[in-house]
């Protein structure tokens, strides 16, 4: 079982040019899309956060049972569901504005355990921002890391929601003893102002950097490198592409039974070049459409995954 602990919400997305282009809800969150993405891919995965018992929040439980998640461990608030406002650029980037105040997903709680059979935990973006639900993400990180769990941090910078970016780096740092597989994009490094060597070498038994159209490229804690280039596709946008890599790294670790600091170790150059080839395939299906919609795993077997 990979549980994946964080926010789920709702991206509102235009549907054209300007300001005050009309807005599609769709659903959303970079814990939510690994969620989904997870169980397309056909991994047991379980969702751990608090949502609200809204219709958005409806909507959200409901696509996580569609796609096979286990639910039994998400709170339940009656406070209204986040907002996130995507952009659009024309390269088909997006840049989100959010709606935060006083919504269910920030008043999460650590819960006592972890459900039974957890393999690995998953963390990321607002979840580790906003708080007070912020630090009971960090008390659940640090608890699963103390009990030998495998886990993975995918920071995701909202910069727009960091209020002192001095202290969340501080805090970034303090993490990385507690967290095996880190994965971040190429602008979330630039941002944090470290390299993933030096990264590397504070806990994670590896580092892997997104880098668009370019590919990933993986660092180990020994010292090795290892990329991949991107797959080639028409880009509608890469809203969820992001997730989509942490799920198919995820996927792919636990079909290896590597999901630990020793089976990561052990991967080597060619299961490093499959693993990343993996993500860089499934990174570029949901690329290719519009929305967070990773692929299942026939359209990544098709692609000879």
């Keep these: 079982m990979i549980v994946v ?3 789920a919400l709702i ?29 397309r891919l056909g991994s047991p995965t379980a969702f751990c956060s608090r949502v609200s018992r809204d219709a958005f929040g409806e909507a959200l439980l409901g696509r996580l049972r569609e796609t096979g998640v286990d639910v039994s ?6 406070e209204p569901t986040t907002l996130a406002v995507a952009t659009v650029d024309a390269g088909g980037s997006a840049a989100y504005s959010f709606y935060v105040e006083g919504t269910a997903d920030r008043l999460f709680t650590a819960p006592p355990a972890l459900p039974a059979g957890t393999r690995a935990v998953s ?36 910069a727009g929601l960091i209020p002192d970016a001095d202290a969340y780096r501080e805090r970034f740092r303090s993490w990385l003893p507690s967290v ?8 979330d490094a630039d941002w944090l102002g470290g390299s993933p060597r030096e990264w590397a070498a504070a806990g994670p038994a590896a580092v892997v950097v997104t880098r668009g159209g370019d590919g990933l490229t993986a660092y ?7 990329a991949v280039p991107g797959e080639r596709v028409e880009v509608v946008d890469t809203i969820g592409a992001g997730d989509t890599v942490n799920a198919a790294l995820l996927h792919g670790l636990a079909a290896r039974d590597a999901l630990g600091a020793e089976g990561v170790a052990a991967l080597g150059a060619e299961g490093w070049r499959d693993l990343l080839g993996l993500a860089a395939r499934a990174a570029a299906v949901t690329c290719s459409r519009a929305g967070a919609e990773p692929p299942y795993a026939h359209e990544l077997e098709a692609a000879g995954a």
Excluded: M
């Design 5 to 7: 602990a964080g926010e």
């Design 11 to 39: 991206d509102l997305v235009p549907r054209g040019p300007g300001a005050l282009a009309a807005l599609t809800p769709a659903l959303g969150g970079g814990p939510f899309n690994t969620a989904v993405a997870l169980g």
């Design 73 to 78: 461990a998400v709170q339940r608030g009656e």
């Design 123 to 158: 963390f990321g973006t607002c979840s580790l921002v906003l708080e007070p639900g912020a630090s009971a993400y960090e008390e659940l990180l640090r608890a699963a890391s103390a009990r030998g769990v495998f886990t993975a941090l995918d920071p995701n910078i909202r």
């Design 180 to 187: 095996t597989l880190l994965k971040l994009s190429e602008e």
């Design 220 to 226: 180990t804690r020994d010292g090795h490198a290892y």
